[in-house]
């Protein structure tokens, strides 16, 4: 099968080859990409957990609001089986991976999924169950899962051959945790639950991944949410609880107040005009948990849709804290 897969592979590289022989383009044509460009050049894109629609979607907020991407688990292109579907219910976080190529997202239904942007199949998927509220790729290609019932972390061994029956770790015991966040330069993970966020270690094996407790900080305050890196900062990480957002420092272990508000569910920032946004619960958009729109730090609207039901928010950004410049997708089984 795998043969017949290499050398449907190759034919169509081929067929590439013959399909992309210059030709000149007319004025027309020429101003018709000028146009398209500019808009490519301006994009500002958001990355939604719509779970009132039972979707991901990506919002271009610099072009009248487009929805630019959509998808959804039990669309065919997904090529998620119809059992599984289910697990997708909920979707807590859309994740951007591999060069923002593809999407590593999880569902409070139990389900986490590495998604090929461009062609929308979720190339592995697999079931971590208790409410899967975050999830995180290990340098190998393996994936990390956080889930806030029952409160544990779980490793699976990531093989794009095998969807649902995935090897994976037994539970990794951490009450109410809430989220993951690998670090590249200093190669450990960060996970936060309750009051506490813990550091480990990862021994970066394909068949045998495990994880050590390095250390342990305690935080100002309980009920730790997001954990999310601080764009462009190689040290600081975001941190929300039930009524503050945070600048956590992971060397010295310092928590900087950045504002007061209760039920963030999602906050990330990014360069020089983008404003940092926040996923806030408003109770609006089906669920106490949801909300319809996606507001700046200081409290201004930057997107509202009353036909959503969003629970996280990101920017579509490179995220060079947690993965290696052009990284491209691999996994250790192969």
Same mark, same amino acid.
């Given at each position: 099968?795998?043969?017949?897969?290499v050398?449907?592979?190759?034919?169509?590289?081929?067929?590439?080859?013959?399909?992309?022989?210059?030709?000149?383009?007319?004025?027309?044509?020429?101003?018709?990409?000028?146009?398209?460009?500019?808009?490519?050049?301006?994009?500002?894109?958001? +990355? +939604?957990?719509?779970q009132?629609?039972a979707?991901?979607?990506?919002?271009?907020?610099a &072009?009248?609001? !487009? +929805?630019?991407?959509?998808?959804?688990?039990?669309?065919?292109?997904?090529?998620?089986r %119809?059992?599984?579907? =289910?697990?997708?219910?909920?979707? $807590?976080?859309?994740?951007? @991976?591999?060069?923002?190529?593809y999407?590593?997202?999880?569902a409070?239904?139990?389900?986490?999924?590495?998604?090929?942007? %461009?062609?929308?199949?979720?190339i592995?998927?697999?079931?971590? =169950?208790?409410?899967?509220h975050? !999830?995180?790729?290990?340098?190998?290609g393996?994936i990390?899962?956080?889930? $806030?019932?029952? =409160?544990?972390?779980?490793?699976?061994?990531?093989?794009?051959?095998i969807?649902?029956e %995935?090897?994976?770790t037994?539970?990794?015991? *951490?009450?109410? @945790?809430?989220?993951?966040?690998?670090?590249?330069?200093? /190669? /450990?993970?960060?996970?936060?639950?309750?009051?506490?966020?813990?550091?480990?270690?990862?021994?970066?094996?394909?068949?045998?991944?495990?994880?050590?407790?390095?250390?342990?900080?305690?935080?100002?305050? =309980?009920?730790? #949410?997001?954990l *999310?890196?601080?764009?462009?900062?190689?040290?600081?990480?975001?941190?929300?609880?039930?009524?503050?957002?945070?600048k956590f420092?992971v @060397?010295?272990?310092? *928590?900087?107040?950045?504002?007061? /508000?209760?039920?963030?569910?999602?906050?990330?920032?990014?360069?020089?005009?983008? !404003?940092?946004?926040l996923?806030?619960?408003?109770?609006?958009?089906?669920?106490?948990?949801?909300?319809d /729109? +996606?507001?700046?730090?200081?409290?201004?609207?930057v997107?509202?849709?009353? $036909?959503?039901?969003?629970?996280?928010?990101r920017?579509?950004?490179i &995220?060079?804290f $947690?993965?290696?410049?052009?990284?491209? *997708? #691999?996994?250790c089984?192969?």
């Amino acid at each position: 099968m795998r043969s017949l897969f290499v050398v449907t592979a190759l034919l169509m590289a081929l067929s590439c080859k013959r399909d992309s022989q210059p030709v000149s383009p007319s004025p027309g044509e020429l101003n018709t990409r000028s146009v398209v460009d500019a808009a490519e050049a301006t994009k500002k894109e958001i +990355i +939604i957990c719509d779970q009132k629609n039972a979707r991901i979607i990506m919002v271009d907020v610099a &072009n009248g609001n !487009a +929805i630019t991407w959509e998808w959804k688990a039990n669309a065919s292109y997904a090529m998620i089986r %119809s059992g599984a579907q =289910g697990w997708f219910s909920n979707l $807590s976080e859309a994740k951007l @991976v591999y060069n923002n190529n593809y999407i590593l997202a999880t569902a409070s239904g139990g389900g986490v999924a590495l998604i090929n942007i %461009s062609s929308k199949k979720a190339i592995w998927y697999d079931y971590a =169950g208790g409410n899967t509220h975050s !999830a995180e790729l290990l340098p190998n290609g393996n994936i990390v899962t956080a889930s $806030s019932t029952g =409160g544990y972390l779980k490793i699976f061994v990531t093989d794009s051959y095998i969807n649902d029956e %995935s090897a994976q770790t037994g539970p990794i015991a *951490f009450p109410d @945790v809430h989220n993951v966040v690998w670090d590249h330069a200093r /190669q /450990q993970l960060y996970a936060a639950g309750k009051n506490i966020i813990r550091v480990y270690s990862y021994n970066n094996s394909c068949y045998s991944p495990a994880l050590t407790l390095k250390k342990t900080w305690t935080m100002p305050e =309980g009920n730790a #949410h997001d954990l *999310f890196p601080v764009h462009g900062s190689t040290t600081d990480l975001w941190l929300t609880n039930s009524g503050h957002i945070y600048k956590f420092n992971v @060397v010295t272990g310092a *928590f900087t107040l950045q504002k007061t /508000q209760s039920a963030v569910k999602a906050v990330t920032s990014g360069p020089s005009g983008y !404003a940092t946004i926040l996923a806030r619960a408003t109770g609006v958009g089906g669920e106490t948990w949801r909300t319809d /729109q +996606i507001i700046d730090i200081a409290g201004a609207v930057v997107y509202k849709n009353t $036909s959503l039901g969003l629970y996280k928010a990101r920017w579509r950004l490179i &995220n060079l804290f $947690s993965y290696p410049a052009n990284d491209g *997708f #691999h996994e250790c089984t192969h």
